[in-house]
Protein backbone atom coordinates (compact mmCIF):
# COMPACT_ATOMS: atom_id res chain seq x y z
CA UNK A 1 0.00 0.00 0.00
CA UNK A 2 1.09 3.15 -1.13
CA UNK A 3 1.66 5.96 2.09
CA UNK A 4 -1.77 7.71 0.64
CA UNK A 5 -3.60 4.86 -0.21
CA UNK A 6 -3.55 5.81 -3.69
CA UNK A 7 -3.27 2.94 -6.53
CA UNK A 8 -0.26 2.75 -8.23
CA UNK A 9 -1.99 4.50 -11.26
CA UNK A 10 -3.78 6.73 -8.99
CA UNK A 11 -3.10 10.27 -9.40
CA UNK A 12 -3.55 12.64 -6.47
CA UNK A 13 -6.41 15.06 -6.45
CA UNK A 14 -6.32 18.19 -9.22
CA UNK A 15 -7.48 21.16 -9.38
CA UNK A 16 -6.47 24.87 -11.38
CA UNK A 17 -8.06 28.17 -10.09
CA UNK A 18 -7.72 30.42 -12.96
CA UNK A 19 -7.99 34.52 -12.64
CA UNK A 20 -6.03 34.46 -9.12
CA UNK A 21 -3.43 36.96 -9.97
CA UNK A 22 -6.06 40.10 -10.87
CA UNK A 23 -3.86 42.23 -12.61
CA UNK A 24 -1.84 39.51 -15.11
CA UNK A 25 -3.05 38.63 -18.12
CA UNK A 26 -3.19 34.78 -16.99
CA UNK A 27 -2.96 33.21 -14.11
CA UNK A 28 -3.70 29.75 -12.62
CA UNK A 29 -3.29 28.51 -9.08
CA UNK A 30 -2.57 24.72 -9.22
CA UNK A 31 -3.48 22.08 -6.88
CA UNK A 32 -2.09 18.76 -6.88
CA UNK A 33 -2.35 16.67 -3.31
CA UNK A 34 -0.52 18.99 -0.79
CA UNK A 35 1.31 21.07 -3.71
CA UNK A 36 -0.16 24.53 -4.82
CA UNK A 37 1.98 26.53 -7.09
CA UNK A 38 0.86 30.09 -8.56
CA UNK A 39 1.72 30.20 -12.56
CA UNK A 40 1.53 33.80 -13.48
CA UNK A 41 2.01 34.96 -17.08
CA UNK A 42 2.66 38.51 -18.22
CA UNK A 43 3.01 39.91 -22.01
CA UNK A 44 6.17 42.59 -22.47
CA UNK A 45 6.08 44.33 -26.25
CA UNK A 46 9.65 43.81 -26.23
CA UNK A 47 12.19 40.60 -26.93
CA UNK A 48 15.69 40.17 -25.73
CA UNK A 49 18.57 41.75 -27.56
CA UNK A 50 18.76 38.51 -29.85
CA UNK A 51 15.75 38.38 -30.96
CA UNK A 52 15.19 42.05 -31.72
CA UNK A 53 13.87 42.73 -35.19
CA UNK A 54 13.80 38.85 -36.18
CA UNK A 55 10.11 38.97 -35.94
CA UNK A 56 9.40 36.54 -33.78
CA UNK A 57 8.88 36.07 -30.14
CA UNK A 58 9.81 34.36 -26.72
CA UNK A 59 8.70 32.51 -23.84
CA UNK A 60 10.60 32.30 -20.78
CA UNK A 61 10.16 31.23 -16.52
CA UNK A 62 11.03 31.96 -13.31
CA UNK A 63 10.33 29.64 -10.43
CA UNK A 64 10.67 29.74 -6.69
CA UNK A 65 9.66 28.53 -3.66
CA UNK A 66 8.44 30.83 -0.72
CA UNK A 67 10.72 29.93 2.35
CA UNK A 68 8.03 27.83 4.62
CA UNK A 69 6.70 25.74 1.39
CA UNK A 70 9.00 22.67 2.71
CA UNK A 71 8.74 21.36 6.22
CA UNK A 72 11.58 23.77 7.47
CA UNK A 73 12.22 27.31 6.56
CA UNK A 74 14.28 27.77 3.53
CA UNK A 75 16.14 30.97 2.85
CA UNK A 76 14.84 33.32 0.27
CA UNK A 77 17.52 32.92 -3.30
CA UNK A 78 17.13 36.56 -3.07
CA UNK A 79 18.31 37.04 -0.07
CA UNK A 80 21.57 35.17 -0.56
CA UNK A 81 22.34 36.80 -3.99
CA UNK A 82 22.05 34.09 -6.21
CA UNK A 83 20.00 31.21 -7.54
CA UNK A 84 20.43 27.66 -6.94
CA UNK A 85 21.08 25.22 -9.58
CA UNK A 86 18.14 23.54 -9.15
CA UNK A 87 15.97 26.82 -9.36
CA UNK A 88 17.88 27.25 -12.97
CA UNK A 89 17.28 23.99 -14.19
CA UNK A 90 13.29 23.77 -13.31
CA UNK A 91 12.73 27.21 -14.55
CA UNK A 92 14.94 26.39 -17.89
CA UNK A 93 12.42 23.34 -18.31
CA UNK A 94 9.41 25.15 -18.05
CA UNK A 95 9.89 27.68 -20.32
CA UNK A 96 11.71 25.09 -22.74
CA UNK A 97 8.04 23.15 -22.68
CA UNK A 98 6.06 25.59 -23.00
CA UNK A 99 7.89 26.80 -26.30
CA UNK A 100 7.34 23.36 -27.20
CA UNK A 101 4.05 24.00 -27.94
CA UNK A 102 3.90 27.61 -29.20
CA UNK A 103 4.43 29.59 -32.79
CA UNK A 104 7.07 32.20 -31.66
CA UNK A 105 7.11 33.47 -35.12
CA UNK A 106 3.19 34.11 -34.85
CA UNK A 107 3.81 35.57 -31.40
CA UNK A 108 5.46 38.25 -32.82
CA UNK A 109 8.03 40.29 -31.21
CA UNK A 110 6.76 40.51 -27.57
CA UNK A 111 7.70 38.35 -24.83
CA UNK A 112 5.83 36.33 -22.44
CA UNK A 113 7.29 35.44 -18.66
CA UNK A 114 5.85 32.40 -16.79
CA UNK A 115 6.16 33.36 -13.18
CA UNK A 116 6.02 30.41 -11.00
CA UNK A 117 5.98 30.45 -7.48
CA UNK A 118 5.16 26.87 -5.06
CA UNK A 119 3.42 28.28 -1.84
CA UNK A 120 3.03 24.66 -0.57
CA UNK A 121 5.22 21.78 -0.91
CA UNK A 122 4.65 17.56 -1.19
CA UNK A 123 6.09 16.72 -4.27
CA UNK A 124 5.94 17.45 -7.87
CA UNK A 125 6.30 21.00 -8.03
CA UNK A 126 7.93 21.16 -11.14
CA UNK A 127 5.42 18.87 -12.92
CA UNK A 128 2.91 21.12 -11.17
CA UNK A 129 4.67 24.45 -12.75
CA UNK A 130 4.72 23.15 -16.16
CA UNK A 131 0.90 22.05 -16.08
CA UNK A 132 -0.36 25.33 -14.70
CA UNK A 133 2.08 27.61 -16.73
CA UNK A 134 0.27 26.27 -19.85
CA UNK A 135 -3.09 27.36 -18.44
CA UNK A 136 -1.66 30.76 -17.80
CA UNK A 137 0.10 31.19 -20.91
CA UNK A 138 -2.95 29.38 -22.54
CA UNK A 139 -5.15 32.63 -20.65
CA UNK A 140 -2.59 35.74 -21.79
CA UNK A 141 -2.61 33.99 -25.70
CA UNK A 142 -6.39 34.31 -25.69
CA UNK A 143 -6.92 38.18 -23.90
CA UNK A 144 -4.31 38.95 -26.54
CA UNK A 145 -6.41 37.29 -29.39
CA UNK A 146 -9.93 38.98 -27.67
CA UNK A 147 -7.98 42.04 -27.91
CA UNK A 148 -7.13 41.49 -31.66
CA UNK A 149 -3.43 42.25 -30.89
CA UNK A 150 -2.86 38.38 -32.23
CA UNK A 151 -4.51 37.28 -35.20
CA UNK A 152 -4.78 33.57 -33.96
CA UNK A 153 -4.02 31.60 -30.32
CA UNK A 154 -0.10 30.85 -31.22
CA UNK A 155 -0.25 27.14 -29.72
CA UNK A 156 0.38 24.17 -31.64
CA UNK A 157 -0.56 22.03 -28.74
CA UNK A 158 -0.83 21.51 -24.82
CA UNK A 159 1.67 20.36 -22.75
CA UNK A 160 1.57 18.85 -19.09
CA UNK A 161 3.61 17.22 -16.75
CA UNK A 162 3.89 14.11 -14.28
CA UNK A 163 6.34 12.62 -12.31
CA UNK A 164 6.76 8.41 -11.71
CA UNK A 165 9.33 6.26 -10.23
CA UNK A 166 10.00 2.98 -8.25
CA UNK A 167 9.61 2.43 -4.94
CA UNK A 168 9.06 -0.24 -2.26
CA UNK A 169 5.41 -0.71 -3.49
CA UNK A 170 6.38 -0.89 -7.32
CA UNK A 171 6.00 1.56 -10.40
CA UNK A 172 4.04 4.69 -9.30
CA UNK A 173 2.04 7.49 -10.64
CA UNK A 174 2.51 11.05 -9.74
CA UNK A 175 4.87 10.72 -6.58
CA UNK A 176 3.94 12.76 -3.17
CA UNK A 177 6.84 13.97 -0.58
CA UNK A 178 7.00 10.69 1.43
CA UNK A 179 7.76 8.56 -2.07
CA UNK A 180 10.17 10.83 -3.85
CA UNK A 181 12.01 10.84 -0.66
CA UNK A 182 12.55 7.18 -0.52
CA UNK A 183 11.95 6.30 -4.02
CA UNK A 184 14.73 3.81 -5.57
CA UNK A 185 14.03 5.48 -9.14
CA UNK A 186 12.11 9.36 -9.87
CA UNK A 187 11.08 10.58 -13.64
CA UNK A 188 9.80 13.57 -14.93
CA UNK A 189 7.94 13.22 -17.95
CA UNK A 190 6.48 16.12 -19.95
CA UNK A 191 4.08 15.07 -22.35
CA UNK A 192 1.91 16.46 -25.19
CA UNK A 193 -1.96 15.93 -25.52
CA UNK A 194 -1.25 14.37 -28.97
CA UNK A 195 0.97 12.23 -27.99
CA UNK A 196 4.53 13.55 -27.97
CA UNK A 197 7.75 13.76 -25.62
CA UNK A 198 8.96 17.35 -24.80
CA UNK A 199 11.35 16.10 -22.25
CA UNK A 200 11.94 12.63 -19.55
CA UNK A 201 14.42 13.47 -16.59
CA UNK A 202 14.96 10.40 -15.13
CA UNK A 203 17.78 8.87 -12.26
CA UNK A 204 18.13 5.83 -10.54
CA UNK A 205 19.03 6.20 -6.69
CA UNK A 206 20.36 3.10 -5.89
CA UNK A 207 21.00 1.09 -8.89
CA UNK A 208 20.35 1.55 -12.59
CA UNK A 209 16.80 0.47 -13.47
CA UNK A 210 15.79 -1.82 -16.73
CA UNK A 211 13.80 -0.87 -20.01
CA UNK A 212 10.92 -2.66 -19.19
CA UNK A 213 10.44 -0.72 -16.03
CA UNK A 214 11.25 2.60 -17.77
CA UNK A 215 8.40 1.59 -20.30
CA UNK A 216 6.19 0.80 -17.51
CA UNK A 217 6.74 3.91 -15.68
CA UNK A 218 5.96 5.67 -19.10
CA UNK A 219 2.91 4.20 -19.27
CA UNK A 220 1.97 5.47 -16.02
CA UNK A 221 2.83 8.84 -17.30
CA UNK A 222 0.70 8.98 -20.45
CA UNK A 223 -2.39 7.59 -18.72
CA UNK A 224 -1.80 9.88 -15.73
CA UNK A 225 -1.61 13.15 -17.95
CA UNK A 226 -4.80 12.25 -19.37
CA UNK A 227 -6.39 13.89 -16.13
CA UNK A 228 -4.06 16.81 -16.02
CA UNK A 229 -4.94 17.59 -20.05
CA UNK A 230 -8.33 17.55 -18.74
CA UNK A 231 -8.23 19.91 -15.76
CA UNK A 232 -6.15 22.39 -17.89
CA UNK A 233 -9.76 22.24 -20.58
CA UNK A 234 -11.99 22.65 -18.06
CA UNK A 235 -10.01 25.83 -16.07
CA UNK A 236 -9.76 27.11 -19.69
CA UNK A 237 -13.51 26.76 -20.73
CA UNK A 238 -15.13 28.12 -17.44
CA UNK A 239 -12.75 30.99 -17.68
CA UNK A 240 -13.51 31.80 -21.26
CA UNK A 241 -17.41 30.77 -20.52
CA UNK A 242 -17.83 33.43 -17.88
Known amino acids: ?54 GT ?42 RAVTDLKALGEMSIT ?40 PLTGQVAAVSCGLTANGAVLDLDYAEDSAASADTNFILTANGGIVEIQGTAEEKPFSENEFFTLLGLAKHGVQKLFTAQNEAIGTTEAA
Not at 30 to 48: D, F, K, N, Y
Not at 60 to 76: V, W
Not at 79 to 98: D, P, V, Y
Request: aromatic share 4%; hydrophobic share 40%; glycine share 12%.
Open 1 to 54: MRPSGRAHDAMRAVSIETGFARHAEGSALIRIGGTEVLCVASVEQRVPPFLKGK
Open 57 to 98: GWITAEYGMLPRATHNRGSREAAKGKQSGRTQEIQRLIGRSL
Open 114 to 153: LDCDVLNADGGTRCASVTGAWVALRLALGKLHHGRVLKTI
